[in-house]
């Protein structure tokens, strides 16, 4: 229905194509975005089969989306191994 609607739009007014279609670029990265931090380690999804998966995790693991002065490959973990 609503896609429908958006065509007939786009037929009468073609100006609206560059429009719709940076919308729903925009919304199609934000999906992506938010199943990437759904997956990411500091989730838990099932707490029966591993309750704290983030003390398992590499001293090296990069947390951060973009991480531009830090270099995970020289840290050293700080902190008991449990």
């Known amino acids: 229905m609503i896609f ?3 065509v007939e739009h786009a037929k009468r007014h073609p ?3 560059p429009q719709f279609f940076f ?3 925009g919304m199609g ?5 938010l199943i990437r931090l ?3 380690p500091h989730v838990v999804w099932n707490k029966t089969k591993n309750p704290e998966p983030w003390n398992q995790l ?3 693991y990069q947390y ?10 020289n840290l050293k ?6």
């Open 23 to 25: 919308i729903c670029l």
């Open 58 to 60: 590499d001293p090296t």
């Open 38 to 40: 759904a997956k990411g």
């Open 77 to 82: 973990k700080e902190g008991p191994e449990f």
């Open 64 to 73: 951060k989306f973009v991480a531009i002065t830090t270099d995970y490959k």
């Open 29 to 33: 990265g934000a999906c992506l975005y």
């Open 4 to 6: 429908r609607t958006a």
């Open 15 to 17: 100006s609206l194509i």
